[in-house]
Each structure stands twice: as structure tokens, then as C-alpha cells.
């Protein structure tokens, strides 16, 4: 079993920065592909941001050049810097990892983007 621990949200004003932290409960080297999911009120959950076990990291079209995904493994962690945020960006973000033959999800924390 794996538990996912999002942290790091909240309300932030457009062209604002937030970084959300993904904790987990194991050694994150163990685990294969992780990233970041999002779902806004009425739309279908959508990848933001993955990290590939072999070090790629492919990003949603509409987050491009805006949002980072990192880790450290050091403190189990996986990261997503947001910067220039946009109201279309408000939504709750999940992180999820494999570890075959499973995939973990966290609970998702919200993250608003308003003037």
C-alpha cells in the first residue's frame, strides 16, 4: 500500500505562484510513474504534469511553460510549481503514483484562482 498526502493549496489571485508537495509513505525511488492530475467543477479529471520512472516529463498543452513537476527523493516527495496561474486553473489537484499493479491517488486539494 501507498499512501499520497497533497499539501499546499489554496486561494491565490491570477498571475499568482503556488507549490504543491505529494508525500509519500514509501521510498518514492520504488515507485514508477508519478504525477499530477486535476479536476475541475463539471470537467473530467485531467494530467497536468507526470514524471516517468526513466526521467521524462511530459505537461498538459494548457500548462506548458507555466507549472514544474519535481522530486526530491530524499523526503519522499513530488512537487508542482504553478507560476502564472489563471482562473481556468482552479480546481482540485490530485498527485498519483504506480506501483505495479497498483495506481495510489491522494485525496486531492483544492486550488482557486480568483481576482
Known amino acids: 500500500q501507498v499512501q499520497l498526502v497533497e499539501s499546499g493549496g489554496g486561494s491565490v489571485q491570477p498571475g499568482g505562484s503556488l507549490t504543491l508537495s505529494c508525500s509519500a509513505s514509501v521510498d518514492i525511488k520504488t515507485l514508477y510513474n508519478m504525477g499530477w492530475y486535476r479536476q475541475a467543477p463539471g470537467k473530467q479529471r485531467e494530467m497536468v504534469a507526470l514524471?516517468?520512472?526513466?526521467?521524462?516529463?511530459p505537461y498538459g498543452n494548457s500548462v506548458k511553460g507555466r507549472f514544474t513537476i519535481s522530486k526530491d527523493n530524499a523526503k519522499d516527495t513530488m512537487y508542482l510549481q504553478m507560476n502564472r496561474l489563471e482562473p481556468e486553473d482552479t480546481a482540485v489537484y490530485y498527485c498519483?503514483?504506480?506501483?505495479?499493479?497498483?495506481?495510489?491517488w491522494g485525496q486531492g486539494i483544492q486550488v482557486s484562482v480568483s481576482s
Open positions: 498519483a503514483a504506480e506501483l505495479p499493479p497498483s495506481t495510489y
Open positions: 514524471r516517468f520512472r526513466g526521467g521524462a516529463t
